[in-house]
């Protein structure tokens, strides 16, 4: 894991901690456990906001506000979470309204024989976005573990820098 890019690893591990979570809110919403709640999209807190927020914060906290790198973090950050919480979010609402007008259809042809429609085996996928509050709170996530990542990154260095001069 030396050899491994911090960032990168800062970003995926800020995402895979977003969506274990999404199983615990998931809990506290409904009542019940959902492992399955860790592969979906949508849900608190934003798994994309998590990302792009740590590693937005590690990139600034290692190279400074100033530096071109922590520009092009937090520019695609704030695109991908502007996107998560409203393209994504709207597609799926309208997902809802397609799934609820087909529902609609289905009563109506059964009411009306002649009518003929066939239903679709799977409905569209209704939770893709996030409501800002998700992102809100991956982005709030991200940036704390973005932050302990590279006070822990600056830490190793400090030390292998002290056993260097000992040497």
Do not use: C
């Not at 590690?58 to 695609?76: I, P």
């Not at 600056?154 to 260097?164: A, D, N, T, V």
Request: hydrophobic share 40%; proline share 2%; net charge negative.
């Amino acid at each position: 894991m030396e050899k491994m890019n911090r960032g990168i690893l800062t970003a995926l591990s800020a995402i895979g901690i977003a969506q274990g979570l999404k199983i615990i809110t998931h809990k506290k919403l409904t009542g019940d456990w959902e492992l399955k709640q860790a592969f979906t999209t949508g849900g608190m807190p934003s798994s994309h906001s998590a990302g792009v927020a740590a590693l937005a914060s590690y990139v600034a906290a290692n190279k400074g506000w100033r530096h071109t790198e922590t520009s092009l973090a937090t520019v695609f950050g704030v695109i991908v979470m502007y996107d998560a919480q409203g393209i994504r979010r709207h597609t799926g609402e309208i997902a809802q309204l397609v799934n609820d007008l087909e529902d609609n259809l289905v009563k109506f042809s059964g009411e009306f024989p002649s009518f003929e429609y066939v239903e679709r085996e799977k409905e569209l996928k209704e939770i893709l976005g996030h409501q800002p509050v998700e992102v809100g709170a991956g982005a709030l996530l991200g940036i704390v573990l973005g932050l302990i990542s590279a006070k822990i990154e600056e830490g190793k260095q400090k030390k292998h820098e002290e056993l260097e001069l000992e040497v």
